[in-house]
């Protein structure tokens, strides 16, 4: 079922780790819908970068959530975030590009192999920030991200 001229369901759903574990990975419809608008925002992403999306975690049911060690309050088991990247461009370039752009979201992350954007229920914050990655584990900065060289893992 497609979503949007570029981006199905079953795209925005798959998983490898849900397949392995036998996680099922189904969105209810309020989701499907939740997931509509993310497909929206994935296309303004994919027009401003002139170049194909591919979305490496996009819904995640809560068991399948819990699995990868997901935020107990995850966009993405409401079908509102998807982590991305891009062929064209690293993950720093990328997240410049949207945050310096007029795309309307809620959070982007670099996340230093991928982009997290994520939207929400309420008021969309346009909320930047960048993860560093230290031996006590992940942590997000805010971050002014422009079209600057990505930042090392």
Known sequence: MNLT???SLSELTASQEATRNHIDNTPAPAIVSNL???AG????????VDAPITISSGYRSP???????GAANS?????LAADIHTEKL???ELAGMI???G???DQLIDEGRWVHIALSIGVLRRQVLRARFGASGISFVAANIGLEAPVGR
């Open 90 to 92: 690293s993950p720093g």
């Open 63 to 69: 068991a399948l959530n819990e699995l990868v060690g």
């Open 99 to 101: 945050s310096e752009s």
């Open 103 to 105: 795309i309307v979201f």
């Open 75 to 79: 966009a993405h088991m409401l079908g």
């Open 36 to 38: 509509k608008r993310l």
């Open 41 to 48: 925002l994935l296309e303004a992403v994919r027009a401003l």
């Open 5 to 7: 001229p570029h981006f």
